[in-house]
């Protein structure tokens, strides 16, 4: 078999130029993304709108991504990682405008769009980054990918809010602006450079039908390595989630610690974790029960000090927590898609990828909506124990999967 056929920019590894450029189009799609989710409820509020819309404006995002990712998965596997970019990132130039020209469009459906070409961008660059990767890279360029996703949510929250208070609303429309123009450049030509992969499209007589489609993702819902993957992507999520919503909340309410160190420290063992570990990986299509596990036990006992640290009444431990979160978010998707990569086979993974993507992020408005409900009653820490408690059962029944999971179907 000739490796270097089959990828192309198997040589030069995760740093060939049409992945940098890949990383890069990422890093300024999801800057436009962090901007606008900084100011936008700031300006909201600032005309009168209250906080229930103010919520349903930034939830909408999330909600229509999670709800698209499969059919991005379908779309996909139908026309191709290369077709499918050029919309997208027409898709996303004009959401931009939109919010720079509203006229009478709400802003509730411009951030439906903004999540609808969101479902896509990350499902066709994932998928991009698996098909131009041998299997032993692929936890590493999924890593470097979700890096480069990350950065803007550490970066653009200050830069934003420098723009609100500066400028107002004409810092927010020119900052907009000039990420239009970035992304603009940075995504000339990435389609061509991403036609040859041969794994996105497939020879006419063998086009996938709907039903095909459907068939293949009900199979793989049951399919054991998914399922486990998915609890496990849930499990994490539903605690990261809860943090991001309500930690600043919770900071306030219980006087320990500054919410802005304990995201700083968080975010800045993402960004470490997933770049200095990203070569060690498990990529060998095994499932590694011990690693997992370990990620998910250091989930659960970030979420316990965060819980626990107004009791100690130390800041310290809650940024303690903050570090143990981080590391345990850091890897644990990338070594979860790499392992569904292989194990389900490439025949029908933008189907499975959409699905995958979507659990995550069903995770995510698990923590954030429906702990927030019970946050009226119980409380905040009782959400973060609730957290706590998902990660561990979920680790202890990891810890006995192997054999089951590492068993021939």
């Not at 995760?14 to 189009?25: C, G």
């Not at 890093?27 to 909201?44: C, E, G, K, R, W």
């Not at 590493?140 to 480069?148: C, M, N, P, T, V």
């Not at 991001?244 to 500054?258: H, K, P, R, S």
Request: charged share 10%.
């Amino acid at each position: 078999m000739n490796r270097s056929k089959d990828f192309p920019y198997a040589r030069n590894g995760t740093f060939s130029p049409v992945l940098l450029r890949l990383y890069a189009l990422t890093f300024l799609f999801y800057s436009a993304n962090a901007f606008v989710q900084m100011i936008l409820p700031l300006y909201t509020q600032s005309i009168g709108y209250g906080n229930d819309k103010i919520g349903m404006i930034v939830g909408m995002y999330l909600l229509v991504s999670m709800l698209l990712r499969p059919w991005a998965g379908i779309v996909v596997e139908r026309f191709g990682i290369a077709r499918i970019l050029r919309f997208i990132l027409a898709g996303h130039l004009l959401v931009l405008l939109l919010f720079v020209w509203q006229g009478n469009v709400s802003y509730i459906i411009i951030r439906g769009l903004q999540g609808a070409v969101a479902a896509f961008f990350s499902l066709t660059v994932q998928m991009a980054v698996m098909d131009l990767l041998p299997e032993r890279d692929r936890a590493q360029g999924l890593s470097l990918y979700l890096l480069f996703g990350l950065l803007p949510s550490v970066m653009m929250p200050a830069l934003g809010w420098i723009a609100w208070e500066k400028a107002g609303l004409n810092g927010f429309y020119a900052g907009l602006l000039v990420l239009s123009a970035l992304t603009l450049i940075s995504g000339y030509g990435t389609g061509r450079a991403t036609q040859h992969i041969k794994a996105a499209k497939r020879p006419a007589e063998q086009t996938t039908t709907k039903h095909e489609i459907d068939r293949s993702a009900r199979s793989t819902l049951w399919n054991r390595h998914f399922i486990l993957s998915s609890l496990v992507m849930m499990s994490a999520t539903i605690g990261f989630g809860a943090v991001t919503a309500f930690l600043a909340l919770y900071v306030i309410q219980t006087g320990i610690g500054n919410a802005g160190v304990f995201f700083a420290i968080q975010s800045g063992v993402i960004v470490t974790a997933r770049f200095a570990f990203r070569k060690n990986l498990p990529s060998g299509g095994n499932w590694h029960s011990v690693y997992v596990g370990m990620l998910l036990v250091s989930l659960t006992i970030g979420l316990a000090l965060v819980a626990f640290a107004p009791v100690t009444g130390n800041a310290w431990m809650l940024y303690g927590g903050g570090a143990m979160i981080g590391y345990g978010i850091a890897n644990v998707y990338p070594v979860l898609a790499a392992y569904l990569s292989i194990t389900l086979g490439k025949e029908r993974r933008k189907v499975w990828m959409g699905l995958f993507i979507s659990m995550s992020d069903f995770g995510t408005v698990i923590g954030s909506l429906v702990l927030g409900l019970v946050a009226d009653s119980a409380g905040y820490r009782a959400i973060f124990w609730i957290s706590a408690s998902v990660s561990l059962c979920v680790a202890l029944f990891v810890a006995l999967s192997s054999r089951w999971m590492n068993a021939q179907p």
